[in-house]
C-alpha cells in the first residue's frame, strides 16, 4: 500500500533560520505531490503542488520543494522563516485517477520570535 | 467562491447516538472527498464522490458509516450507534478534475463522542 512519511514531527525554530521538512513516499509508478499547511485555527490549504515538469516547485509565502524520483523524495524548504509559519505541514500524494489523497501524519513547526 | 463549508462545526454526542454531517463543496467542483484525521495524525481517507456516485470507500467505512449525494452538490456523512473511537475531525474536501487538481478543505466537524 502507498504510504507517506514525515520525518520530522515536531520542529522549533527561532525567526530567520532556514527550515527543511522531510518527506518520503512509497510508490513506483506516476505522482502527484503536494504540501499542506494548517496555521493554528484555520482549515487546511495548498503551499504547493508537483505534478510534472521543473522538480523544483514553489509555493506560497517563499516556500519551495524539490521532488527527487530515485528517493521518492519531495521535501520542503524556506530559507528564513517568520513567527507566522508556525503551523502544521502535511504531505500528501495521490496516486491514479481517484484524487485521493495520501498525507503523511504531520510535522508541527514552532518558530521562536 | 465561497469555498468548502462544513456543518455542525463541532458535535459532542453520547455512545449510541447517531450523528449527521453535512458538507457544501465549492459550486461546480465534481469531486467531493471525505476525510477523518485524529490527534497527531495526518488526515486518512474515507470515501469519495464523482457527482452522485460514490466511486470508492476506504476500508476505514465500517457499515456504520454512510455517505450520500443525492444530487451531486452537497454531501452528508452519518455515523450510526457511535463509538468513543469515533471521535475525530471529520474534513472534506472538493476539487473539479480527477487526478490533478488541487483539493480545497473544508474547515471540519469535531466529533466528541462522551
Known amino acids: 500500500a502507498q504510504s507517506v512519511s514525515q520525518h520530522n514531527h515536531h520542529v522549533i525554530l527561532s525567526e530567520a533560520a532556514s527550515l527543511e521538512l522531510g518527506c518520503n513516499y512509497s510508490?513506483?509508478?506516476?505522482?502527484?505531490l503536494f504540501w499542506y499547511v494548517q496555521y493554528p485555527g484555520q482549515h487546511l490549504q495548498l503551499l504547493l503542488k508537483y505534478f510534472s515538469g521543473d522538480p523544483l516547485v514553489k509555493g506560497i509565502k517563499g516556500f519551495e520543494a524539490e521532488f527527487i524520483k530515485s528517493k521518492f523524495s519531495f521535501n520542503l524548504r524556506k530559507p528564513s522563516v517568520q513567527w507566522s509559519d508556525t503551523a502544521e505541514y502535511f504531505c500528501a500524494v495521490n496516486v491514479g485517477n481517484t484524487g485521493k489523497l495520501i498525507f503523511g501524519q504531520g510535522t508541527t513547526l514552532q518558530v521562536k520570535p | 467562491d465561497t469555498g468548502v463549508s462544513q456543518d455542525p462545526r463541532h458535535k459532542i454526542t453520547k455512545r449510541g447516538q447517531n450523528v449527521t454531517f453535512r458538507c457544501d463543496p465549492i459550486s461546480e467542483h465534481n469531486r467531493l472527498y471525505w476525510y477523518r484525521q485524529t490527534l497527531g495524525q495526518g488526515p486518512e481517507f474515507l470515501t469519495y464522490?464523482?457527482?452522485?456516485?460514490?466511486?470508492?470507500k476506504s476500508r476505514l467505512l465500517s457499515d456504520r458509516f454512510s455517505a450520500e449525494r443525492p444530487k451531486g452538490s452537497f454531501s452528508t456523512l452519518e455515523i450510526q450507534r457511535t463509538e468513543q473511537g469515533d471521535s475525530a475531525m471529520y474534513l472534506c474536501a472538493s476539487s473539479s478534475n480527477p487526478g490533478a487538481d488541487t483539493q480545497y478543505f473544508g474547515p471540519g466537524t469535531r466529533l466528541t463522542v462522551l
Open positions: 510508490y513506483g509508478g506516476t505522482v502527484n
Open positions: 464522490f464523482q457527482n452522485e456516485a460514490q466511486l470508492e
